[in-house]
């Protein structure tokens, strides 16, 4: 049987604002919930044997195929794979992620969340990152532009004092590739009121 995954709709798939959120999401179980349902719209799909069927649920959110015995959770193959973090706090950090204009930082993230390490904020940071990347997206060609700058990077730890004590700052290398699409210009018509 040939199951599309439509995409998903506002209001209906993924809440239109905080408050909503905060109501979808009360608990770890409607968090499950919530990401089965998108997973499998038609219904539970046994990744061993393809059999549709309603699982027999075991201990720990295992799902066990009633045709198979495969056990899965409804986490497994995704970004969320593996990890000790609560569903509900990827999914906030999700629709951080999302809805912040200038992009967000592990930092940022830490303290928005209350995540007890910068390594856990930077560890789903770069997850979420890496499933952002689209499959199968056109590689530059033609003319590429390649230019590369440094990146100070401050410690915060150790501000720079009135009494003259430095900072320790560190230069991180940034490359970057920009395709040349000729002409170069920003309109293809630009304004009758410009045109001179």
Known sequence: MDIHILAPKAGEDYPTDWNEFLTWFASEEACLSYLERLRWPAGFVCPACSCIDQPYRSSRGRMVCRDCGHQC?????????????????????????????????????QRVLGLGSYQTAWAMLHRFRAAMVRPGRELLHGKVEVDETY????????????????????????????????????RENPPAAHRR
């Open 73 to 109: 959770t409804v986490t497994a193959g995704t970004i969320f794979e593996k990890t000790r973090t609560p569903l509900r706090v990827w999914l906030a950090a999700a629709w951080y992620l999302t809805s912040q204009k200038q992009g967000v930082n592990a930092l940022g993230l």
């Open 151 to 186: 990146l100070a990077i401050s410690d915060r730890q150790n501000p720079v004092t009135a009494k003259g004590r430095k900072n320790n700052t560190a230069k991180t290398l940034i490359v970057i590739a920009v395709e040349m699409l000729e002409p170069k210009r920003l």
